[in-house]
């Protein structure tokens, strides 16, 4: 196989830094240029004793500021070139629709961790009862039965375990913490959690920011149950992946096509469009929507096309499935090993420290921007404290009636906040280098320009001469006629000089009209000669599809089955040609 490129390019290493789910833990990954992300993403879980992989993934944030989940079937720095640092967020990518299936213990405490996480962010949202039992699950977890003696007064409030904790949901936890939860082991107390945060509507939803067809403030998320909506805090539409077709998108518009059943006969197709914020932002929710669906509803990942979800003209448009699917890991009888390793866990007080090793990155706002950012948009999905619509494009938003979420937020604001003071800290930076270097310029430009003009080449001032006046008569007479004699020169060196001015700026104007007319005549004679290739390029080009169409050559049959082909036919081809032959009377 031959591969093109330095022969340097082989021996160089690159390292990459990885962020666990708890912020203060990270692994480093040096790897090569041909290595895939794959290989990143099984180097971080064997370092962690996870067997179950296929639940997890990496996610980064490119020099745009967009997220993006590490593609596991290419090469990792052909993703991430454009990144100075390569940082990765190990995360729950598919959220397993029962989190207690799981075969391992150290499985099901990685996905304890990421829900702690998006309990803590506020993307699991739920109502303040709910809160404070998931509240006092996670301190009976890690600081176990309660102990009058260690646990006094408000003990809850050490711990940063909300996004807006307030005094009755602490008292309500410390009472669940004290009674309902006395005697569970921390592995007890998980699994209740997990079962409690499973149930939840806003469970494995990751909210994206998007606006109906009436141009409302809406939010998209995407688990295993299919392809959801919400309104402010209501949920407004659920469509399952047993009703979704087809998934596609068309710049900004992210489609889905539907199959609805409205009664036991009668099947009904509808056609739902989001617009997004961005067309990187459309492909990252189209994207997300194609993994998903793929692994929770194929039965093996070898039945996995190559989909293609943009038109025939749209870029990065083909998507191909790596990994195994959910019923593929279920299916795996008996258990991955024979002992399981033992698990460490964490503290909840890690959550409020931040390690002077580990770098800052998008996925992990500072503390000062959280509050900033967590506090403009709005979560999901059980109470209609906050309308959406009211929302405007700065992301200023109601808050939420529920005394448990007044300031909840989307995960995309998550992966951006540091970013932006990353870039805002560097934008500061040029800004005051560029102010010195000003200062600098002006300093000497107004040396040069004012204080040089009045010294002479010794450095000295210049001296004035005065004339003195003369006492004769024919003294003054002639010191006249010499004035008006140099007057006189001095008017006719002016008038020569004004001449000359007016000679060059027409000599300039006609070179200017000279070069004008040789653009225009040279713009037309591109355009002459553009505008027939353009006619019989797009003849050809017509007259292709028509014999692809309308034909039944069989050398074209696998040109017409490719997805691409098929799309194009039923976006474009068929529209255009019902309205020739309604208006024109062809075909």
Request: proline share 7%.
């Given at each position: 196989m031959l591969k093109f490129g330095s022969k340097s390019d082989v021996t160089v290493v690159h390292r990459a830094t990885i962020r666990l789910l708890?912020?203060?833990?990270?692994?480093?990954?040096?790897?090569?240029?041909?290595?895939?992300?794959?290989?990143?993403?099984?180097?971080?879980?064997?370092?962690?004793n996870i067997l179950e992989t296929d639940y997890f993934g990496l996610r980064y944030v490119d020099h745009c500021r967009q997220r993006h989940w590490l593609d596991l079937g290419k090469t990792a720095i052909k993703q991430v070139k454009d990144m100075d640092q390569i940082l990765f967020s190990f995360r729950v990518k598919f959220y397993p629709p029962d989190p207690l299936r799981l075969k391992e213990e150290i499985?099901?405490?990685?996905?304890?961790?990421?829900?702690?996480?998006?309990?803590?962010h506020g993307r699991l949202y739920c109502s303040p009862g709910e809160a404070a039992l998931l509240a006092a699950c996670i301190v009976q977890s890690e600081l176990g039965d309660y102990d009058p003696e260690m646990h006094e007064g408000n003990y809850i409030s050490e711990h940063k375990l909300l996004l807006k904790q307030t005094e009755t949901i602490e008292e309500k936890a410390m009472e669940l913490h004290q009674t309902e939860l006395k005697g569970f082991t921390p592995e007890e107390a998980e699994t209740r959690f997990l079962g409690l945060a499973s149930k939840l509507d806003t469970y494995a939803v990751d909210p994206h920011p998007v606006k109906d067809h009436r141009g409302t403030q809406l939010y998209l998320g995407i688990n295993h149950c299919g392809i959801l909506t919400f309104q402010g805090s209501r949920k407004t539409h659920h469509f399952r992946w047993s009703e979704v077709q087809k998934i596609n998108f068309e710049g900004k518009m992210f489609i889905v096509h539907l199959t609805i059943n409205e009664d036991v006969r009668t099947k009904k197709k509808h056609t739902v469009g989001f617009k997004c914020p961005t067309g990187s932002n459309?492909?990252?929710?189209?994207?997300?929507?194609?993994?998903?669906?793929?692994?929770?509803?194929?039965?093996?990942?070898?039945?996995?096309?190559?989909?293609?979800?943009?038109?025939?003209?749209?870029?990065?448009?083909?998507?191909?499935?790596?990994?195994?699917?959910?019923?593929?890991?279920?299916?795996?009888?008996?258990?991955?090993?024979?002992?399981?390793?033992?698990?460490?866990?964490?503290?909840?007080?890690?959550?409020?420290?931040?390690?002077?090793?580990?770098?800052?990155?998008?996925?992990?706002?500072?503390?000062?921007?959280?509050e900033i950012r967590y506090s403009s948009l709005p979560r999901?999905?059980?109470?209609?404290?906050?309308?959406?619509?009211?929302?405007?494009?700065?992301?200023?938003?109601?808050?939420?009636?529920?005394?448990?979420?007044?300031d909840n937020t989307l995960p995309l604001l998550e992966t951006v906040s540091e970013d932006q003071e990353i870039h805002a800290r560097r934008n500061n930076v040029g800004q005051h280098e560029g102010e010195m270097n000003d200062y600098y310029f002006r300093d000497s430009f107004d040396h040069s320009s004012s204080e040089s003009q009045l010294l002479d080449a010794?450095?000295?001032?210049?001296?004035?001469?005065?004339?003195?006046?003369?006492?004769?008569?024919?003294?003054q007479n002639s010191k006249l006629c010499l004035q008006q004699k140099h007057q006189h020169q001095h008017q006719h060196q002016h008038q020569q000089q004004q001449q000359l001015q007016q000679?060059?700026?027409?000599?300039?104007?006609?070179?200017?009209?000279?070069?004008?007319?040789?653009?225009?005549?040279?713009?037309?004679?591109?355009?002459?000669?553009?505008?027939?290739?353009?006619?019989?390029?797009?003849?050809?080009?017509?007259?292709?599809?028509?014999?692809?169409?309308?034909?039944?050559?069989?050398?074209?049959?696998?040109?017409?089955?490719?997805?691409?082909?098929?799309?194009?036919?039923?976006?474009?081809?068929?529209?255009?040609?019902?309205?020739?032959?309604?208006?024109?009377?062809?075909?």
């Open positions: 708890d912020d203060s833990e990270i692994i480093h990954c040096d790897f090569e240029p041909q290595h895939k992300g794959m290989y990143i993403l099984e180097y971080v879980c064997k370092q962690l499985t099901k405490y990685q996905v304890y961790q990421q829900l702690k996480r998006d309990l803590l459309c492909r990252h929710v189209w994207r997300c929507a194609i993994e998903q669906m793929l692994f929770f509803t194929l039965p093996k990942a070898s039945d996995a096309p190559v989909v293609s979800g943009g038109s025939i003209f749209s870029w990065g448009t083909k998507f191909k499935y790596t990994g195994r699917t959910e019923r593929e890991v279920l299916e795996e009888t008996g258990p991955l090993r024979k002992e399981e390793p033992p698990i460490q866990r964490c503290q909840t007080t890690c959550l409020r420290r931040k390690a002077s090793s580990v770098p800052a990155t998008p996925s992990t706002p500072s503390q000062d921007l959280v999901s999905c059980h109470s209609a404290g906050l309308d959406g619509t009211g929302m405007s494009e700065g992301g200023t938003g109601v808050p939420l009636s529920s005394p448990y979420c007044p010794s450095g000295k001032p210049h001296s004035r001469s005065v004339t003195p006046v003369p006492k004769m008569q024919k003294l000679q060059q700026q027409q000599q300039q104007s006609h070179l200017a009209r000279r070069f004008q007319g040789k653009l225009r005549h040279r713009s037309m004679r591109i355009l002459r000669r553009f505008v027939p290739a353009f006619m019989l390029v797009l003849t050809a080009f017509f007259v292709s599809l028509i014999m692809i169409f309308e034909t039944d050559a069989t050398i074209f049959n696998s040109l017409r089955k490719t997805p691409e082909m098929v799309a194009f036919r039923n976006q474009y081809y068929v529209p255009l040609k019902e309205f020739l032959r309604t208006k024109f009377g062809l075909f």
